[in-house]
C-alpha cells in the first residue's frame, strides 16, 4: 500500500532570512504507520505536489495554522481524483472542525499505537471520521525513532551547509503560557523520553547539528542533566528553546554542545540581562524572543525593549506578533473583548497583526513590529549575526573534530534550487 | 489537586468538554427572586481540558438543564482569576456572556465586562 505523506507549504514572512528546516512532526507519525505500509513524504516547501501520483491513502500533516488552508486545497485535490485524506499534527487540532470539512479523517491527539487500526479501516472502508484520541495520550516510551529516511536530504542544504535536523526529547509542558495552545494539545503535562530512547533516537541522526524543539527542557532539573550527560559522547551541536540556567546544568549542556537557546524577553529586569549573561558565561549563545503586542506594552515600552536588547549583547533576536492562536488563553480573551478583525488563517503567522491591539491601532503594531526588527539588526544584518554564531560553533566543531565540509556539489544550490547571482 | 473556594466559587463542577475531554471549572449559583446568577470560574492549569470560554454556549445549556435553571432567568457570568503574575492579561476579570437562545441551543455568545464590585452587587443584593 502506497502512502503520500504531505507537509503543506506556507507564505514566508517579508523581509527575513528563510531557512527551510526538514520537518519533524510528520516523519514522527511515520514511525508509527504499519510496516506494510511504503511511505513517500512531499514536503511543499520545497517540492512540487504531484496530485495524480499512483498513491492509495494521502495524510496531510499540518503544524502552523498558517499551513492549515493550503492543506485544505490539497486535500480537496486528492480528493477530487478520488483520493482518500487523513489529517493530523498540531494544527489539525487546533482547526479540527474546519479541517474535517476537507477530510475523509481527522486524527487527533499522538499517533503511537493508534496507527494500525487506522490503516486497518482504511483496508476494510471504514475509516472514521474522527479518531479522537486527545485524552489518550501514549506511554512516552513507546515513542520511537523518526523516520529520518524518508527526507530528501538534498534539499535541506543551503550553499552546501545543511541545515539542522529536528529532534525531540520530550513532549508536554508544564507550564501554560498566555499565547501558547499547547496545554489544550495534551501537553499539560510534561512527559519526558526514557533517556535509553533518546540515545537510540540520537544514533539514528546523520547530522552534527541539531534544533532540539521540546517546548521547554527546563522542567526537571535531574532528566535535564541526565539528558545532557546522555548526548555529550555524540559530540553534536545543537540549539534549542528554554534550558535551566543553574550552573551545573549549564555545564553540562555545554559539554553536550549547546551551541545557542531562546529565551523569551519580556521586560527589561535584570533578571533577564543576568540570564543571558549566565548563558554567556559557558560559551551558550542566545537568541531573544520577543512577542510584541500584549495588553501591556505601550510604543514607548516597544522601544525601551529593543534599546535593552542591544544593550545585553544578545546574539539573535527574533520578533513577532502576538498571534492569537485558537484554544489559547490569548485568543480567549480578545474574543471576548470583540477584538479579533481578521479571520485568515493564511495570516497568523505572528508576523501580521490581526487584532486591535489595546495600547496603539493595529497598523501602528505592524509598524512597531517593523522597526523592532530594522533598529536590532541597523548595525550588523540578521545574516551577519547568524554568521558569527556559525562561526562559533565551526570552531568548536573543528577543535572536537566534528566539522562537516561544505558540500561542494550543493554549493551553487539553496534548497533544491539553483542559486541566482545577481549582476551588477 | 488544590482548587481554591472562594467567594465565586462553591465547587469545583465537572462536564465533558471538546472531544469529551473531562474538564472542570469552578461554579457559583446564586437564586434570587427575579434571576439565576451562575459564575464559571476558569480554573487555568488546573482544568485538564477545554476553557470556560470555548465551550460556554455547551457548559451553560449544560448547567441550566442540570440544576433546573429557567433560561430566561439566568445571568451567567465567566470569572477568570488572578494568576498573580505581574502581566496585566493575568488579572482578575468578569465578563457576563449573553446568548441567544434558539430551539433550545445556545449561540451566538457576546461577552460585556463586568466589574467586581458589578458582581459583588449582584450576587449579595
Not at chain 1, 496545554?183 to 540520537?202: A, M, N, T, W
Not at chain 1, 539514528?204 to 521540546?214: A, G, Q, S
Not at chain 1, 501602528?364 to 562561526?391: I, V
Request: proline share 3%.
Amino acid at each position: 500500500m502506497k502512502f503520500q505523506l504531505v507537509f503543506p507549504k506556507w507564505r514566508k514572512l517579508e523581509g527575513q532570512t528563510t531557512f527551510n528546516l526538514p520537518p519533524h512532526g510528520a516523519i514522527v507519525f511515520a514511525a508509527t504507520i504499519p510496516d506494510y505500509v511504503e511511505v513517500e513524504f512531499i514536503d511543499e516547501n520545497l517540492e512540487e505536489m504531484r496530485f495524480d501520483d499512483d498513491v492509495d491513502f494521502v495524510g496531510i500533516s499540518m503544524l502552523l495554522t498558517t499551513q492549515v488552508k493550503r492543506g485544505w486545497a490539497i486535500a480537496d485535490e486528492y480528493r477530487k481524483r478520488g483520493k482518500k485524506v487523513i489529517f493530523g499534527g498540531i494544527s489539525t487540532m487546533l482547526h479540527a472542525e474546519e479541517t474535517m470539512l476537507h477530510a475523509d479523517a481527522v486524527f487527533l491527539g499522538e499517533a503511537e499505537g493508534h496507527m494500525e487500526q487506522v490503516f486497518k479501516d482504511f483496508r476494510n472502508g471504514e475509516l472514521k471520521k474522527v479518531y479522537n484520541h486527545m485524552n489518550d495520550l501514549p506511554p512516552i516510551e513507546i515513542v520511537g525513532p523518526a523516520r529520518r529516511e524518508l527526507y530528501k536530504r538534498d534539499l535541506y542544504y543551503h550553499k552546501g551547509v545543511q541545515m539542522v535536523d529536528l529532534f525531540h526529547a520530550s513532549r508536554g509542558c508544564k507550564y501554560s503560557c498566555y499565547p501558547c495552545a499547547v496545554s489544550y494539545l495534551g501537553g499539560r503535562q510534561f512527559r519526558p523520553r526514557p533517556i535509553d530512547k533518546v540515545v537510540e533516537d540520537l544514533a539514528t541522526i546523520d547530522n552534527n547539528r541539531l534544533f532540539i524543539v521540546d517546548n521547554s527542557l527546563a522542567q526537571d532539573t535531574q532528566w535535564e542533566k541526565d539528558l545532557f550527560k546522555a548526548m555529550i559522547p555524540f559530540k553534536k551541536k545543537w540549539m534549542s528553546h528554554t534550558i535551566e540556567d543553574k550552573p551545573e546544568v549549564l555545564d553540562l549542556a555545554a559539554q553536550a554542545g549547546a551551541w545557542y537557546v531562546y529565551q523569551a524577553v519580556f521586560d527589561t529586569s535584570d533578571y533577564i540581562k543576568e540570564r543571558v549573561k549566565r548563558y554567556h558565561d559557558y560559551g551558550i549563545g542566545v537568541e531573544g524572543t520577543i512577542l510584541l503586542g500584549l495588553d501591556n506594552q505601550t510604543e514607548d515600552d516597544i522601544k525601551r525593549l529593543v534599546d535593552f536588547l542591544l544593550e545585553i549583547d544578545l546574539d539573535l533576536a527574533e520578533f513577532t506578533v502576538l498571534a492569537p492562536f485558537p484554544h489559547t488563553k490569548a485568543y480567549s480573551d480578545l474574543i471576548k473583548q470583540d477584538r479579533i478583525f481578521n479571520k485568515n488563517w493564511d495570516d497568523y503567522n505572528a508576523g501580521q497583526v490581526v487584532y486591535h491591539p489595546k495600547h496603539m491601532t493595529a497598523e501602528r503594531l505592524q509598524e512597531m513590529y517593523q522597526y523592532a526588527w530594522d533598529t536590532f539588526y541597523k548595525d550588523e544584518t540578521q545574516e551577519e549575526k547568524m554568521f558569527k554564531l556559525l562561526k562559533s560553533v565551526v570552531s568548536r566543531e573543528v577543535e572536537d573534530g566534528t566539522f562537516r565540509k561544505r558540500r561542494q556539489d550543493l554549493s551553487k544550490t539553496s534548497f533544491g534550487k539553483d542559486v541566482k547571482h545577481k549582476i551588477a | 489537586m488544590e482548587t481554591i473556594i472562594n467567594k465565586y466559587q462553591d465547587q469545583v463542577y465537572h462536564f465533558k468538554g471538546l472531544w469529551d475531554i473531562p474538564s472542570i471549572c469552578g461554579l457559583k449559583i446564586v437564586n434570587k427572586k427575579e434571576n439565576t446568577i451562575v459564575i464559571a470560574t476558569d480554573l487555568f492549569e488546573e482544568n485538564p481540558g477545554t476553557s470556560i470560554t470555548e465551550w460556554n454556549t455547551k457548559l451553560a445549556k449544560e448547567l441550566c438543564d442540570k440544576f433546573e435553571i429557567d433560561y430566561r432567568k439566568l445571568i451567567y457570568i465567566e470569572h477568570t482569576p488572578d494568576k498573580k503574575t505581574k502581566l496585566s492579561f493575568n488579572l482578575e476579570s468578569f465578563y457576563k456572556v449573553n446568548f441567544q437562545i434558539l430551539n433550545d441551543k445556545f449561540e451566538n455568545p457576546k461577552w460585556e465586562e463586568m466589574s467586581k464590585e458589578e458582581v459583588n452587587n449582584l450576587i449579595t443584593e
